[in-house]
């Protein structure tokens, strides 16, 4: 079993910054590809960015301003997102793939890009 439990979602304005968090916990080391996704209200849940051990793959809509990245590991994700848009306001999930065919999800967190 893998838990993620993620933060740092938060009101911002348009243009500025944000740094989402996720903490895993449990069985960390099945895990082999961590992603961040985020939906709204009445739509499907997006990928926004991916990574593996090797490489990351970004939403087209969010590349050349968001960064994913690890640390320890798979213990800690990080979504850094800059010049923020309304658009990009959504509730944001943390997601890891196991090595057990299994995925697990966060809980989300709000982030709300408004002025």
């Known amino acids: 079993q893998v838990r993620l439990v993620e933060s740092g979602g938060g009101l911002v304005q348009p243009g500025g910054s944000l740094r989402l968090s996720c903490a895993s916990s449990g069985t960390v080391s099945s895990i082999y590809s961590m992603a961040w996704y985020r939906q709204v209200p009445g739509k499907q849940r997006d990928m926004v960015a991916n990574?593996?051990?090797?490489?990351?793959y970004y939403n087209p809509s969010v590349k050349g301003r968001f960064t994913i990245s690890r640390d320890n590991g798979w213990r800690w994700l990080y979504l850094q997102m800059s010049s923020l848009k309304p658009e990009d306001t959504a509730v944001y999930y943390c997601?890891?793939?196991?090595?057990?065919?299994?995925?697990?999800w966060g809980q989300g967190t709000q982030v709300t890009v408004s002025s």
């Open positions: 997601k890891a793939d196991s090595v057990t065919s299994r995925s697990y």
């Open positions: 990574l593996t051990v090797s490489e990351s």
